[in-house]
C-alpha cells in the first residue's frame, strides 16, 4: 500500500497569501497523484488530477506541481472561500489512498 | 448533470449488515469505474471499494475485504454496498463517487453521503 503523508496538518495564513501545501509518497506514483478540497459538511471537490491539471471550473490560482513522490498544491493567493481541508489521493495501484489532509485555516 | 443519491444507512449493531445504494444518473452508467468512500467523524478521507466500467471487476481496502461488496445493476444505474459484519470503526459517512472518466481513478462527481453508525 502507497502511504500519502501531508504536511504541514494546518497551515494559519491570512487572505491573499500564498498556500504551499505537500504530499509525499512512501513510494513512486509518477503523476498519478489528485488533490481535493473539503469544507465543512460538503462532499470533497476535486481540484487537480494528474499532479498538474486543473480539474473543470477550477480557478487558475490553484496549480499542482511534482512527479515519482513529492508533489505540491500552491493557492496563489488565499480567497475567503479556500479556507479548508485539502486532501491528496494516488491511483498508481490498489489500494487507493488519500492523505491524512492539510487544513487551511485563517490566520 | 451529473447526480449520485445514496440511500440506507442508519444505525446497526456490531456484526449487523446494511446495504447501501446510489442511484446515479447523468452520465453512461455502466462505463465509468464506480466507488465508495468512507469518512469517520472528524477524520480524513479512506476508499473503501471500487468497480470497474464494463468488466465489473472489484477492489477493495483491506479494511472492508471479505465484509464489504461492491455492485451495480445496469439496468437500474444503481451501485450498491452491501456492508456484513460490521464494527464501530466502520462508522462513517459512505460517498458514493464517479470517476472523472471510465478508467481513470480520479474522483470528480461526488453524492451527498449516507450515515453508517455501528453502534449497540
Known amino acids: 500500500e502507497i502511504v500519502l503523508t501531508q504536511s504541514p496538518a494546518t497551515l494559519s495564513l491570512s487572505p491573499g497569501e500564498r498556500a504551499t501545501l505537500s504530499c509525499r509518497a512512501s513510494q513512486s506514483v509518477t503523476t498519478k497523484l489528485a488533490w481535493y478540497q473539503q469544507k465543512p459538511g460538503q462532499a470533497p471537490r476535486l481540484l487537480i488530477y494528474d499532479a498538474s491539471t486543473r480539474a473543470t471550473g477550477i480557478p487558475a490560482r490553484f496549480s499542482g506541481t511534482g512527479s515519482g513522490t513529492d508533489f505540491t498544491l500552491t493557492i496563489s493567493s488565499l480567497e475567503p472561500e479556500d479556507f479548508a481541508v485539502y486532501y491528496c489521493q494516488h491511483r498508481a495501484n490498489w489500494p487507493l489512498t488519500f492523505g491524512g489532509g492539510t487544513k487551511v485555516e485563517i490566520k | 448533470e451529473v447526480q449520485l443519491l445514496e440511500s440506507g444507512g442508519g444505525l446497526v449493531q456490531p456484526g449487523g449488515s446494511l446495504r447501501l445504494s446510489c442511484a446515479a444518473s447523468g452520465f453512461t452508467f455502466g462505463t465509468y469505474t464506480m466507488n465508495w468512500v468512507r469518512q469517520a467523524p472528524g477524520k480524513g478521507l479512506e476508499w473503501v471499494s471500487s468497480i470497474i466500467g464494463d468488466v465489473d471487476a472489484t477492489w477493495y481496502a483491506d479494511s472492508v475485504k471479505g465484509r464489504f461488496t461492491i455492485s451495480r445493476d445496469y439496468s437500474k444505474n444503481t451501485l450498491y454496498l452491501q456492508l456484513d459484519s460490521l464494527r464501530a470503526e466502520d462508522t462513517a459517512i459512505y460517498y458514493c463517487?464517479?470517476?472523472?472518466?471510465?478508467?481513470?481513478?480520479?474522483?470528480?462527481?461526488w453524492g451527498q453521503g449516507t450515515l453508517v453508525t455501528v453502534s449497540s
Open positions: 463517487v464517479k470517476t472523472i472518466v471510465p478508467q481513470q481513478a480520479y474522483f470528480d462527481s
